[in-house]
């Protein structure tokens, strides 16, 4: 596929890829305490007009399991943006790696910056929820990279340190760690925590080609943009699903808990 070229290229959109790989319990079977709802944060995308493109990303989310053990859940999904900024991706359910389980496509998200809405479409249940729509914080992060002074500084409890460059599928990238610090008790902690994370930019298509977080409460999380083209996609992504029922919570937003 094509490498993209034009420059002012940019990425991230606020993502939630499904991480229940397990199957739902029975009814018939009582309610247990405790447990946590898995959701892993993903790229962000901003919806620059006249930059459209294809691109599909790989991730992988290592979490820390007893006894130096890890689990490894991995899933790839493509994301679409056309010449009108509107934004087509897909959220497949994060599975064992090298497991038997196969993703599946879970929601269909449809974002476009000139009616300002948002749709959610949940593939299995054949409902889309529409939202308002405002990228303020996508377009924020798509300002350019800039240079740390003496490459590198420190913020309290944050080290800031440019990596060089390093060209990744054909496109030169300049690479940026950030290494921050929890003291003790903070998070009722018994130890010192640190998390690392680590970007490889490029500046000509202000995309991040490869993103790595590593932290005790994140476990270890890699996203990987491939198959990256600039292509004016299928006009008919950004309609939604025929079959579908749509609530508008636009005047009645959902509570979060």
Known sequence: MRTLT??????FFAVALLAQTYEAPRAT?????????AVLE????????????????????VQYAGEGGTITLVNERPIVRDSKGRIYQERWALVPKFGKVKSQKMIIQI?????????????????CELETYDPTHELAA???????????????????????????????????????????????????????????????????LLSLRNGPMIGKQTFTITDLGAVEPD????????GYQIRDLRNNPPIFW
């Open 29 to 37: 079977q009582p309610a247990q305490d405790g447990g946590v709802r």
């Open 111 to 127: 974002a476009d910056p000139n009616q300002h809405t948002l749709y959610s479409c949940a593939t299995f249940r054949k409902i």
């Open 142 to 208: 798509a300002a350019p990279r800039k240079p740390v002074p003496n490459g590198s500084m420190v913020r309290d409890q944050l080290t800031i340190e440019d990596l060089g460059t390093r060209t990744i599928a054909g496109v030169e990238t300049v690479g940026r760690r950030e290494t921050s610090a929890i003291d003790v008790g903070v998070m009722g902690n018994d130890q010192p925590l640190k998390s690392v994370d680590e970007t490889w930019h490029s500046q000509e298509l202000a995309i991040n």
């Open 6 to 11: 034009s420059g002012a290229f940019c990425f």
């Open 42 to 61: 993903s790229i962000v995308i901003p919806p620059i007009p006249n930059h459209p493109f294809s691109a599909t990303l790989d991730s992988e989310w």
């Open 235 to 242: 006009p008919e992504l950004f309609k939604v699903p025929e």
